[in-house]
């Protein structure tokens, strides 16, 4: 059995830490505990929707609020090609390569910088929709978010009630769903030359990967989405 996901026992206290009768938010408080994230090693599938053609990348990311590095999995011919995405610049490791946005030209919609814009979302973007849905029949907090000074631009994900982890997301552009992003990994870990990691941050909270590599469609994103996440809070 996979060890209990600490960071979800941190999100689980503070979405349940709230006092007197007061109405909950649960967006906010979800974004509080995404933005007091210091560190953590992310990975996805990611389905690019272009005009005349469909990839997939697997990627993995080491993520911090500042800068991040993204590596590419697969496919085969890519693997290995990292980027650096930092302050809304991005630099690839080895010239003459690059994984490009298609026909879309925003320089934040990329297939490489798509998890740290994800994260970046979650912690500090402006909620436009929020629901609760079921995904793989689990209970999810959808949340949809802008990002400052990328106008139609919009990050959806689907957090797992029980856990808090992301489960699958989506990234369009003027309502076109661009990217979706099927999680398999999320494990919390200390920053590199930091000190102590916080509480509920140094150990991991993972997910087993999906079995078909498969992504689901915006209409239809709980009939493809099979990533299990095994973190358990009470455990």
Known sequence: MRKAALFALMLTLLLTACGGEEE???ASELQAAYAGLAAA????????????????YTM????????????????????????????GELTL???DVSLDAG?????????????PKLM????????????????????????SCDLDGEEGDLYTTWFDQETLLPLY???SVDGVVVYQVAWSRFEVREPQGGGEAQDGQ??????????????AGGETAGEETGTENEADPAA
């Open 93 to 95: 490791s080895y010239e």
């Open 41 to 56: 090693t992310l990975e996805a599938d990611i389905t690019c929707h272009y005009d005349d053609e469909t990839r997939t």
């Open 103 to 115: 026909s879309y030209s925003a320089a934040a919609i990329s297939p490489v910088a798509a998890l």
């Open 24 to 26: 909950r938010d649960p």
């Open 120 to 143: 970046e979302a979650a912690a500090a973007g402006y909620v436009s929709q929020q629901s609760v849905e079921e995904l793989e029949e689990r209970s999810c907090l959808r949340l």
């Open 169 to 171: 997301s989506e990234i």
């Open 60 to 87: 993995l990311c080491d993520y911090t609020p500042g800068s991040s590095t993204v590596t590419v999995l697969a496919p085969e011919d890519l693997a290995g090609i990292s980027a650096t995405v930092a302050e």
């Open 202 to 215: 140094d150990a991991a909270g993972d997910q087993t990967a999906r079995e078909d590599g498969s992504s």
